[in-house]
C-alpha cells in the first residue's frame, strides 16, 4: 500500500494560486505522499509522461492523491475516465479540494461537477482570449507575436555604435544580443544595397 502524490503545472513557471510544483508537492507530502510524480505541461495534451509512469505503478490499495481536480485533467470525459478507472481498480482517489472519491452516487455526481466547471472555466479563458486578440487587431499599429524587446530608435543607436565598436562593447553597452545586432545590420545592408541598385 503506497501513497502516491501528482502535482502539474502548465509551464514551469507557473507559481500564482499556489499551483506550483513546488507547492503542490509541499501539500501532497503533508498528506501523506511518500513518492511524487510531476508533470510541466498543459492539462488538455493528452501526453503526461510522469502521469504516465505513475498509472502503470499504481496497484489495487494504493492512494492517489492530488490537490485539485483539475491537476489530473481539464476535459470532464478524460477526467471522469481516469478517475473512475482508478476506483474500479480498487485505488482510491483522494482529491484534497473535494475529498475521497469513490463509486458512490454522491462522488460522481461531485466528480462531474467540478470537471464540468474546469472545463467551463478553460473555455471562458480561451474564449476571452480570443476576444481580446480581435479588438488588439483592429488596432492599426498590432503585431502578431512577442513584442519587440528592444525599440527602432534604441537597435538604430546600436548599429551606430557599431561604426566605431565591436560587437561585444556594443552588446555590454546596450544589453542587445549579438545575434540582434547582426540581424539588425543585415537588414540595414540590404535596404541599403537595394535603394543602390534602384
Known sequence: ?????????STKNQAKDGNSLEAQELILHENGAQIIFSDSITGTKAERPELTRLLILLKKDDTLVVTKLDRIARSLSQGSLLISNLINKGIKVNILNIGIMDNSPSSKLIRHIFFSFAEFERDMLLERTREGREIAKKDPTYREGRPKKYGKRHIEHAL????????RQVCELTGISKSTLIRSKKRVDNKESSSIQS
Open 1 to 9: 500500500m503506497v501513497v502516491y502524490g501528482y502535482a502539474r503545472v
Open 160 to 167: 551606430d555604435l557599431l561604426k566605431s565598436h565591436t560587437y
